[in-house]
T-cell receptor
Framework: QKEVEQDPGPLSVPEGAIVSLNCTYS??????FMWYRQYSRKGPELLMY????GNKEDGRFTAQVDKSSKYISLFIRDSQPSDSATYLC?????????FGKGTSLLVTP | DVKVTQSSRYLVKRTGEKVFLECVQD?????MFWYRQDPGLGLRLIYF???????EKGDIPEGYSVSREKKERFSLILESTSTNQTSMYLC?????????????FGPGTRLTVT
């Protein structure tokens, strides 16, 4: 079983919609949870990270970790066409990151 | 701004050829990583290095080797390419002090093996 599972989508929403992206993970010992964003033909870049449980908000983006159910979520409010990208969840395991497969998001004007 | 550069954006090689992929970072990061990214499989770690001349196998090291002779440079070597190594290769680096959760990625090298 992969350590991080993510539905690859694709997900298509109209501009202004609320987007919910989700991952599950297997090891309850993990403490750092990340969301990376990858635009077409570019490398991934860190969008947000959360340590342990709870919510973290940054502008239109909210990252949420529920350790009891081993669930990671990213919410995007008032989605924009510029949010169209692949979103990858990741967990830190030692030196390395374990990534989900990524969810492809398209926001249509 | 951290910059991670990769030697080529696109490469086309024939089966059996040797390939060097080079990665250079300019932020004095200790840790460097090589991933491959494939549709439906996501990002998978090939090798990483936490110091000069040090290396650790990732999830899929078979068919690859690495070299880190200088802190800023991390090379991925494909000794004898095969068609199943057609992929996007991504290099990343991170600082041990800043937090290993923030990896800085290069733009990637799309390798096609025919």
């Amino acid at each position: 079983q992969k350590e991080v599972e993510q539905d690859p989508g694709p997900l298509s929403v109209p501009e202004g919609a609320i987007v919910s992206l989700n991952c599950t993970y297997s090891n309850s010992a993990f403490q750092y949870f990340m969301w990376y964003r990858q635009y077409s033909r570019k490398g991934p870049e860190l969008l947000m990270y959360t340590y342990s449980s709870g919510n973290k908000e940054d502008g239109r983006f909210t990252a949420q970790v529920d350790k009891s159910s081993k669930y990671i979520s990213l919410f995007i409010r008032d989605s924009q066409p510029s949010d169209s990208a692949t979103y990858l969840c990741a967990i830190l395991s030692g030196y390395a990151l374990n990534f989900g497969k990524g969810t492809s998001l398209l926001v249509t004007p | 701004d951290v910059k991670v550069t990769q030697s080529s954006r696109y490469l086309v090689k024939r089966t059996g050829e040797k390939v060097f992929l080079e990665c250079v970072q300019d932020m004095d990061h200790e840790n460097m990583f090589w991933y491959r990214q494939d549709p439906g499989l996501g990002l998978r770690l090939i090798y990483f290095s936490y110091d000069v001349k040090m290396k650790e196998k990732g999830d899929i090291p078979e068919g690859y080797s690495v070299s880190r002779e200088k802190k800023e440079r991390f090379s991925l070597i494909l000794e004898s390419t095969s068609t199943n190594q057609t992929s996007m290769y991504l290099c990343a680096s991170t600082s041990r002090l800043q937090g290993a959760y923030e990896q800085y990625f290069g733009p990637g090298t799309r390798l096609t093996v025919t």
